[in-house]
């Protein structure tokens, strides 16, 4: 679990603000850098997704920012609604190799 | 219509007995996963099976034990269960297991495991 590092723990930012996570990684060899989304009482869900070839990736509110040489990748989310709030998961892969990281968790508030 | 589902969705049981969680996924995925997450909100990763193979086994007490029965199920058996069982277990399915980077990991409603 070390080979990930998430931070904050904890983020509460007003409606119509950014909300910033990021996540740190060890392993050079990570080649898919997913985000996931779990909202109380049910499983994380997919949200968003970056190859290493590209250091920014948009869909709609979510951006994902990717570093290679600092190894690290971040989540923006643009115009943060309440309906944000959830816990974020950072959880880079490796094709091929038989381990599973999830970073420790945001859980973002978004205040009305 | 349910892609990922577990049985029961709530389970409290009290310590020293043996309990199992049932999981199924109708996605016709390949490989399967089971995780725990802790009240802190910690997911860590237990048991992956691709085509009925077990791939991943993490350190975990060997009071628990996967079984897949065929592809589209796997299910946890816990014996002995202790307090510090007491967490949210996910089941997930993907399409296969890191044949490509983009093998996204469909999860589970969770099953809420309490022992008192």
């Known amino acids: 679990q070390q080979q990930v590092k998430q931070s904050p723990q904890s983020l509460i930012v007003q409606k119509g603000g950014i909300s910033i996570i990021n996540c740190a990684y060890e392993n050079t060899a990570f080649d898919y850098f997913p985000w996931y989304q779990q909202f109380p009482g049910k499983g994380p869900a997919l949200l968003i997704a970056?190859?290493?070839?590209?250091s920014e990736k948009k869909e709609g509110r979510f951006t994902i920012s990717f570093n290679k040489s600092a190894k690290q990748f971040s989540l923006h989310i643009m115009d943060s609604q309440p309906g944000d709030s959830a816990t974020y998961f950072c959880?880079?892969?490796?094709?091929?190799?038989?381990?599973?990281?999830f970073g420790t968790g945001t859980r973002l508030t978004v205040i009305p | 219509d349910t892609a990922v589902s577990q049985t029961p969705k709530y389970l409290v049981t009290q310590m020293g007995n043996d309990k199992s969680i049932k999981c199924e996924q109708n996605?016709?995925?390949?490989?399967m996963y089971w995780y725990k997450q802790d009240s802190k909100k910690f997911l860590k990763i237990m048991f992956s099976?691709?085509?009925?193979?077990?791939?991943i086994n993490e350190t975990v007490p060997n009071r628990f034990s996967p079984k897949s029965p065929d592809k589209a199920h796997l299910n946890l058996h816990i014996n002995s269960l202790e307090l510090g069982d007491s967490a949210v277990y996910f089941c997930?399915?993907?399409?296969?297991?890191?044949?490509?980077?983009?093998?996204?990991?469909?999860f589970g409603p969770g099953t809420r495991l309490l022992v008192l």
């Open positions: 970056i190859r290493p070839d590209v």
């Open positions: 996605l016709g995925h390949d490989t």
């Open positions: 959880a880079p892969l490796e094709t091929g190799a038989n381990n599973l990281f």
């Open positions: 997930a399915s993907s399409q296969g297991f890191r044949r490509v980077p983009e093998e996204t990991q469909y």
């Open positions: 099976y691709n085509n009925k193979e077990l791939i």
